[in-house]
């Protein structure tokens, strides 16, 4: 046999046989994980899972396959949680089981395992840890930070009231309030809404939320694994990425030439600070990459998702015109209009409480949460779940459970009410996720709905352009996260 023809069969065999051992390798995995669909080989449930309407797809294996089953994303494994009590028993109850992070694939080229959010092991611990405390210190959830919010409320009344009650589109009046808030925390200071600067990095933030969002974003982080070869909508996020990156890189430079070691102004200079403590430490994970990159996801995160709520909120209660003059009642019955509202006020403006709740369960802004990961191989109902092996808590079927709301399907504050008009909780109330993995602005983002949503309420009305029964709440796109559909409306001064 020539050797052209004996290399082309060699090719041929060990193709065969890699198929083989892959194919061998999935079926022994599978014997352990919960059931679900059969995959094909290398192209796992691409017959079942249509990657452009991912959760449609894996709701409907929930219906089949119950609250915890797996699914193939290509090649590899992923399983899947919904309901209340599967999220609960995963994420709460083996909380350090399911405490590792997968990042999303669409912005892995940018994080790459760095930063608070999308690290694990002793890097995450370490960088949680130091942030918490100091956005603690620096006022998350104490008078100081209640009081920069109620200051940021002041310079949005003003800019709704130059829209003269004319009809506007709210996304970057509300993105640019509610990023000044972290900002406070992060640069130490707030931005003029006109600066260029700013302006340009709320479009970026809010561009790459969309676009994570989209069909070919979640088309890519399902197949990433063949796709990563091709430019795509990943490299325009990671494009955008790299644009916000630089500007932090600049101010962080900014902070460095300035930087007062007995004086730290910000979250910035408190790193750059343990950088320099730890400067002799081969290991630290204090380094400007771990710096600039926490930055970097504390303002995009801090920014989208309780801007985006707000979008949803303004919808909701022009859509539901009753459930906003309620709202106006309570608060000019219990505060009036000469103060303006704090967070105080929330045990005394339960319905005002339950209707900021209900937007947030309602909105369902992040209704696939971000991917977890199990730390070791891990028991689950009779499971077993290799190491490494990436798992989904559908934040959505906890937040629609109907066994945790009355009405799951529909927008109604009672949920969060009960019989005397108090406010109650929800175990199924998990918009931040939970476990170990709870957003670490949690706290920061409740009070900033808050205070924002009855500030605003307290001094107009919220008037839509066409009748509440033709309001459409169809989200703009329903992916890694749901985005509210864009509309125009009037502020109506009270």
Not at 172 to 182: E, K, T, Y
Not at 335 to 359: F, W
Request: proline share 6%.
């Amino acid at each position: 046999m020539e050797l052209p023809g004996a290399v082309s069969l060699f090719l041929v065999i060990y193709t065969f046989v890699l198929v083989i051992l892959t194919v061998m390798r999935d079926l022994s995995r599978r014997k352990t994980l919960p059931p679900g669909p059969t995959p094909l080989p290398f192209l796992g449930n691409i017959m079942q899972i249509k990657s452009t309407e991912l959760l449609k797809s894996l709701l409907k294996l929930h219906e089949k396959y119950g609250p915890v089953f797996t699914v193939h994303f290509g090649p590899r494994p992923v399983v899947v949680l919904c309901g209340h009590k599967a999220v609960k028993e995963a994420l709460v109850d083996k909380a350090e089981e399911f405490s590792g992070r997968v990042t999303n694939a669409t912005v892995d080229d940018t994080f790459q395992g760095y930063g608070v959010i999308f690290s694990n092991g002793e890097r995450w611990k370490q960088l949680r840890r130091f942030s918490l405390t100091i956005m603690r210190n620096f006022g998350m959830g104490k008078k100081t930070i209640e009081e920069r919010i109620k200051e940021e409320s002041q310079f949005l009344l003003q800019e709704f009231r130059k829209t003269n009650e004319k009809p506007f589109n709210p996304t970057f009046f509300l993105s640019r309030a509610v990023s000044n808030v972290v900002s406070s925390i992060l640069f130490g200071s707030r931005f003029d809404y006109e600066d260029k600067l700013f302006q340009n990095l709320m479009q970026s933030s809010n561009d790459i939320f969309r676009l994570m969002s989209t069909p070919s974003g979640q088309r890519y982080d399902v197949y990433y694994s063949f796709l990563k070869y091709f430019r795509g909508t990943q490299t325009k996020i990671n494009e955008l990425l790299k644009q916000v990156k630089d500007v932090i890189a600049d101010l962080v430079k900014l902070n460095q030439e300035t930087l007062d070691l007995n004086n730290p102004r910000n979250y910035i200079d408190c790193f750059l600070i343990q950088m320099e403590k730890e400067k002799d430490n081969p290991d630290s994970e204090f380094t400007i990459r771990n710096l600039e990159l926490s930055v970097l996801i504390l303002l995009f995160a801090g920014t989208e998702t309780v801007s985006s709520t707000l979008r949803y909120g303004f919808l909701f209660l022009m859509k539901y015109p009753e459930v906003q003059a309620k709202m106006h009642e309570e608060i000019d019955r219990v505060i009036g209009q000469d103060r303006p509202p704090n967070i105080g006020d929330r045990t005394l403006l339960p319905y005002v409480d339950a209707v900021v709740h209900e937007v947030q369960r309602f909105s369902d802004l992040i209704p696939l949460d971000l991917p977890h990961m199990v730390m070791r191989d891990t028991e689950f109902r009779g499971y077993m779940i290799p190491k490494g092996t990436e798992v989904y808590p559908l934040l959505n079927t906890v937040l629609f459970d109907p066994t945790m709301f009355k009405t799951p399907y529909a927008f109604n504050p009672e949920h969060f009410l009960d019989e005397n008009g108090r406010f109650k909780k929800s175990d199924a109330f998990v918009p931040f996720s939970s476990g170990k993995r709870v957003c670490l602005g949690e706290t920061l983002a409740r009070m900033e709905l808050f205070i924002f949503l009855a500030t605003i309420l307290q001094k107009f009305e919220l008037k839509p352009l066409v009748a509440p029964k033709d309001i459409d709440l169809t989200p703009h796109e329903v992916g890694f996260g749901r985005i509210p559909p864009y509309y125009q409306l009037c502020m109506i001064s009270r």
